[in-house]
């Protein structure tokens, strides 16, 4: 698909995202002190810088692994479906998971890869997203820690795309499409 012209303007610096970093860490820190099995499951591809980021603060033995969905394609609305394009590579079966992702907007996603997830038998499930739209939301889902809530705006940058461009800002910016 071609993608409009757009402008980026900052929404949240690269400077308060690392210090909402490392508070989240010592949260989830203490929250697992005392697992020995923690694994932290990263969704691909938006979640990859924040969860670069989150676990070099966590103070904890853990593993990472990778799950991808598909949701958006190169628009921005969401499918409200979702397809597994890449599943975890280890077994969650009675363990601790931390989902890691990037923003929870309508909720689909999450909705359907907890249940996906949760299928699998894990100890217990919890999620971490940078990014919540609360104004979007068509079905609730429980999540544990935000980074920040954020308005009804289109979002690039820490890892997030549109339509593939701009994961690479240090920054969270807004899109504006030209006319
Ligand atoms: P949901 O299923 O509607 O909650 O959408 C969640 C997914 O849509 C996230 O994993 C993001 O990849 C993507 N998404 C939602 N909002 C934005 C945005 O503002 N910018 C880029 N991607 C977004
Ligand atoms: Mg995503």
Same mark, same amino acid.
């Given at each position: 698909m071609m993608t409009k012209k757009?402008?980026?303007?900052?929404?949240?610096?690269?400077?308060?995202?690392?210090?909402?970093?490392?508070?989240?860490?010592?949260?989830?820190?203490s929250f697992y002190a005392d697992s020995e099995k923690l694994i932290v499951v990263g969704l691909l591809r938006g979640s990859f810088i924040f969860i670069a980021d989150l676990v070099r603060e966590l103070?904890?033995?853990?593993?990472?692994?990778?799950?991808?969905?598909?949701?958006?394609g190169d628009g921005m609305?969401?499918? #409200? !479906? /979702?397809?597994?394009?890449?599943?975890?590579r280890g077994e969650i079966e009675g363990r601790d998971v931390l989902i890691i992702e990037d923003i929870v907007d309508t909720g689909y996603t999450m909705h359907n890869v907890l249940a996906f997830l949760e299928s699998r038998h894990p100890k217990n499930i919890e999620v971490c997203a940078l990014l919540d739209k609360p104004s979007? #939301? !068509? /079905?609730?889902?429980?999540?544990?820690w935000v980074g920040f809530e954020i308005p009804d705006e289109f979002v690039v940058g820490y890892g997030?795309?549109?339509?593939?461009?701009?994961?690479?800002?240090?920054?969270?910016?807004?899109?504006?499409?030209?006319k």
């Open positions: 757009y402008s980026i303007e900052r929404l949240i610096s690269a400077k308060s995202i690392a210090a909402r970093v490392e508070s989240l860490a010592q949260e989830i820190s103070d904890l033995p853990l593993e990472v692994d990778f799950l991808e969905v598909s949701s958006y609305e969401s499918s #409200r !479906e /979702v397809r597994i394009l890449k599943d975890l979007r #939301r !068509e /079905v609730e889902v429980s999540m544990r997030i795309d549109y339509a593939q461009r701009n994961r690479n800002l240090s920054y969270i910016g807004k899109v504006t499409l030209l």
